[in-house]
């Protein structure tokens, strides 16, 4: 069995890279393997698509080849393997096979080897556990990951127990790539294991949790996922306190065709700030994105599906463009269905209206004779006031009169 025809199989990077391997190795050295190939063989890949290779060259063999041909080659993870090589700025993960030798839940020492048997035997997923040579000729060592991948199936190789302890993280993975491959039943051997082994979450990295749980949240519809995880107790060990999934159930009904994972998770988390800083700390997210949820699950300005167009025009120029897209998004998910359409008006009104600048500085105040101090910050918030209350129309000159009038 081969892959289908695809460009970057040919592609002169590509290319570029495989021939500096068996230069060094000879043919056969090297393979496609993992995403690229599932990806392929579901005719699922594109323009981003990351390219990984395994050899069973040693890394340092595997950096002397890249540099004989004129090749950048950055140790990414040298510990484990693994070199990036860098051809006509495209890059390429070239990973040296390998056993495991010792593992702990969170990482793993390894041995490399020449048997890629053994480096298939150590992969999370049969679906992930593919290698194909250079001219698309498919290897599936463990018998089952074409067929799991056509299917939808989402396997763990060899025994789930055993590769789950081997890294926690393979929980995750499994309800991701339901998420994202599946189809029908999660497998429930897999299942099972999840649930049984979930106390493992507790010990992995926020950072580590909380990219593959975005990931997942990015799949074009994660509910099913979602309520699998929820049912394996995976959900509550991950998110304490999250057991709804109404609200990101009907955001993914009502939001546009690119899905929006960080919203998603706004949508799953709950409302309660303590409850929500909870679950944010808990991740160990990225500042703009811990405070991207913070603002869309305020409640500080309240918003409703019939608020009139000039009240919508002042909240989105107090909480911002992006912040009243995202609460109104997140209300209109929990709303009855009867009310999209006026939630859908709002939602029209932030996207093509532009907040203005407000026309006064502190300069124009203290240019009447104000000294610096509380006073030209009260004056100017006041003014901005009643400017927002005139719907944003006096001008610069309206509002220099309006402020003489004060003053």
Known sequence: MYLPSRPWITAAPTRAVIEALEAKGGPGCARFVGGCVRDTLLRRDG????????TP???AEVIAALEAAGLKAVPTG????TITAVAKGRPF??????????????????AFTEDWAQDAARRDFRLN??????????HDPTGGGVDDA???RIVFVGEPETRIAEDYLRILRFFRFYAAYGRGEPDAAGLAACASLRQGLLGLSGERTAKEMLKLLAAPDPRPALAAMADAGVLGMLLPGVDDLERLSGLVEVEGDVPDPVLRLAALL???????RVGIARLRLANATRDRLLAACSDETA???????????AAIYRLGRATFIDRIQLAWAGAPAQASAAWATLLTLAESWTPPPFPLTGADIKALGIAEGPRVGELRRALEAWWIAQDFAPDRNATLAELRARA
Do not use: N
């Not at 556990?129 to 498919?138: K, Q, T």
């Not at 709950?270 to 929500?276: A, I, K, M, N």
């Open 129 to 138: 556990a593919l290698y194909a040579e250079p001219d698309g000729r498919l």
């Open 93 to 110: 993960e070239i990973t040296t096979l390998r056993r495991d030798v010792e593992t702990d839940g969170r990482r793993a020492l390894v």
């Open 57 to 59: 060259l040693p890394p």
């Open 303 to 313: 918003l409703a599906a019939d608020m009139p167009a000039q009240a919508a025009r």
């Open 150 to 152: 056509h299917a939808g």
């Open 47 to 54: 323009p981003e698509l990351d390219i990984d290779i395994a």
């Open 270 to 276: 709950p409302d309660d700030h303590e409850r929500l």
């Open 78 to 81: 040298i510990e484990h393997g």
